[in-house]
Structures are given as C-alpha cells and as structure tokens.
C-alpha cells in the first residue's frame, strides 16, 4: 500500500516536471521537430511529384507522397505550437522577452499571414480544379489514381497550409493583443 503511494506520487512528480520542461522548451517540444518534418516532407514531396522513384529494389510512389504530405502539415503545425507556446509563455511572465522574436514580428503580421495563407489557399484551389478538369477530360470516367493523386496531394497540402497559416495568424494576433 505505502510503496504504491510513494511510487504513484513518484510518477506524477516526474510527470510534472517533465511538463515544466516541455513548457519552458517549445523549441525542442515542438520547433525542432516541427522544422525538421516539414523540410523532410517537401523534399520526399518534391523527389517524388514528378513519378515513382527506385531506390535498389524499392518503389516510391504516390502512397509516399500522401505521407509527406502529411509530414508537412504536421511540421507546420508544430512550428506554429512552438510560437504560440513561446508567445504565452512570455505573456504570462514564464519566459523573458525574446529580441528576436520581436523583430520577426515586424514582419510577420496578420496581414502577411493573411496574404500568404491566401496565396497557398489560391494555389491549392487551382491545383484542385486543374485536377478535376484533367478528370474532365476523361469524361469523368474512372482515374488513373497515381496520375490523379500527384495532382491533387499538392494542391491539398497546400490549401491545408494556406487554411493553418490564416488561423495562425488570427491566433498569433490574438495572442498579440495582451503584449501590446
């Protein structure tokens, strides 16, 4: 009985230790990680786009791309945690001013947000009806999934990070709103 006690008070110490360090290190919770997805993601992205690729006697292709895809959505949201938990952190008096985060911030305002989320959700619509307009010129019979698929990965990765930087932006506004 009074071990378990101590063992149990013991886990949920070192659980609210940890999350202390995970709150006062949102580069390495969530930047790091973040970052390192999203340039994974764009470069398999990138590589396989064009056609399968062979490495030895392994086929790349459009299933690849779907992760990669998914790695830059999840690495971009990552990044975007990592300001807002910078940004909270310093609005609660958790963490000092950072320098270099204020001087970003001249640049990166709602209204940049705004204007790339837009583009990205531009790029990501024409891609989208460049993609139903190929399925058109089928007669809208069935798709070659592969040839479809290396259209319209693009185009919704892009609409879903055109769609995070626009709310972000919103958000990281919002969180602005305090510090000003």
């Not at 963490?95 to 209204?111: A, C, G, I, K, S």
Request: proline residues 5%.
């Amino acid at each position: 009985g009074k071990e378990a006690a101590v063992a149990g008070q013991q886990r949920r110490d070192g659980w609210r230790h940890l999350r202390f360090l995970l709150l006062y290190s949102p580069r390495w919770l969530f930047l790091y990680p973040g970052i390192l997805l999203t340039l994974a993601g764009l470069a398999v992205g990138a590589w396989l786009v064009p056609g399968p690729r062979r490495v030895g006697s392994v086929t790349f292709d459009v299933h690849t791309l779907l992760y990669a895809a998914l790695a830059v959505v999840l690495g971009f949201q990552s990044i975007c945690f990592a300001f807002f938990t910078k940004i909270f952190a310093i609005t609660e008096g958790l963490l000092p001013e950072d320098p270099r985060l204020n001087r970003l911030f001249r640049y990166v305002t709602l209204e940049t947000g705004l204007v790339v989320g837009a583009a990205l959700i531009l790029a990501g619509l024409a891609g989208s009806l460049f993609a139903v307009s190929e399925w058109g010129r089928g007669a809208f019979g069935p798709l070659e999934p592969t040839h479809t698929l290396r259209l319209a990965v693009p185009a919704f990765t892009a609409l879903a990070v055109g769609v995070q930087i626009v709310f972000a932006s919103f958000f990281l506004s919002v969180l602005g709103l305090r510090r000003r």
